[in-house]
């Protein structure tokens, strides 16, 4: 129902950034919350960052003052902008939404393909 197609990923040496996109298929006003996640080989999947309709946003103690969680209603995009990365920080990063307004009783999540992004001198 809704698809998210994620891209901005790939090779930056320590220190550097990178911005993220996330497209949705549907307004992403329509969408109760929407995030960011990463897992690394062996590891579980972690949110990175949050955001509500509402504009509040979460953020993971790792990530605070470095990752930034923005959105673009008019382009129905979600961006993670990351500085000052580090090798910690490589994993597969996937995009997320939760609960869809107006599609029934449910609260659906819906995932990305993801991005891999790799943290290496």
């Known amino acids: 129902q809704v698809q998210l197609v994620e891209s901005g990923g790939g090779l930056v040496q320590p220190g550097g950034s990178l911005r993220l996109s996330c497209t949705a298929s549907?307004?992403?006003?329509?969408?109760?919350?929407m995030g960011w996640y990463r897992q690394a080989p062996g590891k579980q999947r972690e949110l990175v960052a949050s955001i509500r309709r509402d504009g509040s946003t979460n953020y993971a103690d790792s990530e605070k003052g470095r990752f930034t969680i923005s959105r673009d209603s008019g382009k129905n995009t979600l961006y993670l902008q990351m500085n000052s990365l580090n090798p910690e920080d490589t994993a597969v990063y996937y995009c997320?939404?939760?609960?869809?307004?107006?599609?029934?009783?449910?609260?659906?999540?819906?995932w990305g393909q993801g991005t891999q992004v790799t943290v290496s001198s």
């Open positions: 997320n939404a939760q609960g869809l307004l107006y599609a029934g009783t449910g609260y659906p999540t819906f």
């Open positions: 549907v307004s992403i006003l329509r969408i109760d919350v």
